[in-house]
């Protein structure tokens, strides 16, 4: 028993490395990955799990595409696959951490392009199946998640810590309340788009808040470094002096 806890202790400081969460769900999630990355057979790699995430994306896409063709129930297949993108998504990284085998801007670069991609897609397969002016809602998703996506990115080169959430909302708390929107959509029919609409507006809120505070960051910053440099200057005109 005290081997299972030094072992899941380990692993739980590991996979912290490099990444700031303040998500609601963090510490259930940060327990489950912790668990799981110890569980990963040796022969999948975090490249192998970034494939997998990408299944995941793609099944909430085709979900919407055979929603509009063969059935609303077929948007059941999207729940499945934001489990397996959360899998995917959330371990790659943090098992190469674990496993002292990181590789942070390669992994950083695939992980931002994959999620990319990913985004555009399901905003693509919702167009496919919301109607008439509707479809404007997924695209505007897409938009207000690529927002969120460009803020992170900003923050960590600014700030110097890299985190995937905004403020309490991250990328799983994302994840369900999409499979939310769309099990509703499954028994209640034509809910969807009054649902997206109003998750659109949540992420546009927290767009703005957490731009608000990118760019009380970004003024601290600027002040820092304008008074690192004017000290450089007086010591530089002591020297000359």
């Not at 790659?92 to 931002?112: C, E, H, I």
């Not at 809602?137 to 905004?166: H, N, P």
């Amino acid at each position: 028993m005290n081997t299972s806890k030094k072992n899941m202790a380990k692993s739980l400081r590991l996979i912290a490395t490099d990444r700031q969460r303040t998500n609601i769900l963090r510490a259930w999630e940060q327990k489950s990955i912790a668990y799981l990355v110890q569980k990963i057979p040796s022969w999948i790699s975090s490249d192998g799990l970034t494939a997998i995430g990408s299944i995941g994306n793609l099944m909430v896409a085709a979900s919407f595409v055979m929603g509009a063709f063969m059935g609303h129930y077929w948007l059941l297949l999207s729940l499945p696959g934001f489990f397996i993108n959360w899998f995917g998504d959330s371990l790659d990284g943090r098992l190469a951490y674990y496993r002292s085998t990181p590789r942070k801007w390669y992994g950083f670069s695939l992980d931002v392009t994959v999620d990319w991609i990913g985004t555009i897609l399901i905003g693509l397969g919702f167009t496919i199946y919301a109607p008439g002016i509707w479809k404007y809602a997924g695209f505007l998703f897409v938009v207000l998640y690529g927002w969120e996506m460009i803020t992170a990115q900003l923050r960590y080169k600014i700030g110097g810590q890299y985190s995937i959430d905004s403020g309490i909302f991250g990328p799983t708390e994302v994840r369900l309340l999409l499979a939310t929107i769309i099990t509703i959509e499954v028994f209640l029919p034509g809910t969807i788009q009054y649902l997206a609409t109003a998750a659109c507006l949540f992420l546009l809120i927290s767009n703005f808040a957490e731009t608000r505070k990118l760019l009380i960051l970004a003024d601290a910053r600027d002040k820092e470094d304008r008074l690192a440099k004017e000290k450089e200057q007086q010591a530089t005109r002591k020297e000359n002096a």
